[in-house]
């Protein structure tokens, strides 16, 4: 039986998942350099890639005929590297959020957290959090798929009726605005109730779509600190996006070893891999929180303690402490 005074906020959460990743600060880093980091320099290292190889294989575009020696040329630039790309974020991104995952949750119940299980553990839940990510991806691009054709059945219609549409119209401005926001609220709506998938995906092994449904369930109730984590993700995705272009300039002018390229890469992605360390570890807190709250982390918390009462670290001001009561 659990009982809180109190719904834990993002300090909360914040403060006891940086408690736990300081704790393990050499296993993290570890983590971090394998998973983290690779995955924060892959776009501008899949510019580099691709703006070399488009140097070294001058194709003459304005005469252009469809020819299997062309193709030969054109295949890997226009379909090999973005496929490369592809499941290099996709195989990173499943380890370090099945490793950061599996550490953090062992941590917060004080259980021995080590480098090879942690790794081992990745086979038992690739599959899991693949197929997770998979389907959500899929509800997503669903959803964007729908909204992109009631808009263009809504301007055929239009068409068909013979309204002139102009596009420097204030009206039409507000309406691209009004169905963007419209499309961003529902996505964001979505992350918000599945942003604990993943973290039942690695921990409880579900697949598919149940970690959705189960995600769902778990955050009723916790939907503000769910909003403010949810945007800390889009504030670490922003980040990456940010530093590509002023990098790629860079580079093309002064090359890779340039001191200009280090300072524009790889100093903003030692920031960018702690913010996406934290982003997973408070996921996986806020799991265990969210449990606590609808009674399931008893029977967990009776496996770890031997009774009475687990201190659980919710906290204002890192001060005032949430006490958790465990009846075996």
Not at 135 to 144: E, N, R
Not at 219 to 240: E, N, P
Request: with cysteine.
């Amino acid at each position: 039986m659990s009982t809180f005074s109190q719904t834990p906020n993002l300090i909360g959460v914040l403060s006891e998942s940086q408690r736990i990743t300081s704790a393990h600060s050499p296993h993290f880093l570890a983590l971090s350099l394998l998973f983290l980091l690779p995955l924060a320099s892959s776009r501008v290292i899949y510019g580099i890639v691709q703006f070399t190889f488009s140097q070294n294989n001058d194709v003459n575009y304005q005469f252009f005929r469809l020819s299997t020696s062309t193709l030969h040329h054109l295949l890997p630039e226009t379909l090999i590297f973005p496929l490369l790309f592809t499941f290099f974020v996709i195989f990173f991104s499943v380890c370090a959020i099945a490793t950061i995952t599996y550490s953090t949750f062992h941590g917060f119940y004080g259980r021995p957290v080590r480098f090879v299980p942690t790794i081992r553990s990745i086979s038992s839940s690739f599959l899991p959090l693949a197929s997770t990510m998979m389907i959500s991806q899929a509800i997503i691009a669903l959803i964007c798929t729908i909204f992109g054709l009631v808009v263009v059945l809504l301007y055929q219609g239009l068409q068909v009726l013979g309204v002139e549409i102009d596009y420097k119209s204030n009206c039409f401005i507000w309406i691209c605005i009004f169905v963007a926001i419209l499309l961003g609220s529902t996505l964001i709506w979505l992350q918000l109730n599945w942003i604990l998938a993943s973290v039942i995906a690695v921990v409880e092994s579900k697949w598919g779509i149940e970690p959705l449904r189960r995600s769902t369930q778990l955050t009723k109730g916790m939907r503000g600190t769910s909003l403010q984590i949810v945007l800390s993700g889009v504030f670490i995705l922003a980040m990456i996006w940010e530093i590509y272009s002023p990098a790629m300039m860079m580079y093309r002018s002064r090359g890779f070893w340039s001191w200009g390229f280090f300072m524009l890469t790889f100093l903003p992605n030692s920031s960018i891999v702690v913010l996406m360390l934290w982003t997973v570890a408070e996921s996986t807190v806020m799991y265990i929180y969210c449990k606590a709250l609808n009674g399931e982390s008893a029977i967990e918390m009776a496996k770890e303690f031997t009774g009475g009462y687990v201190s659980l670290p919710f906290n204002d001001d890192e001060k005032v402490h949430q006490v958790v009561q465990v009846q075996t």
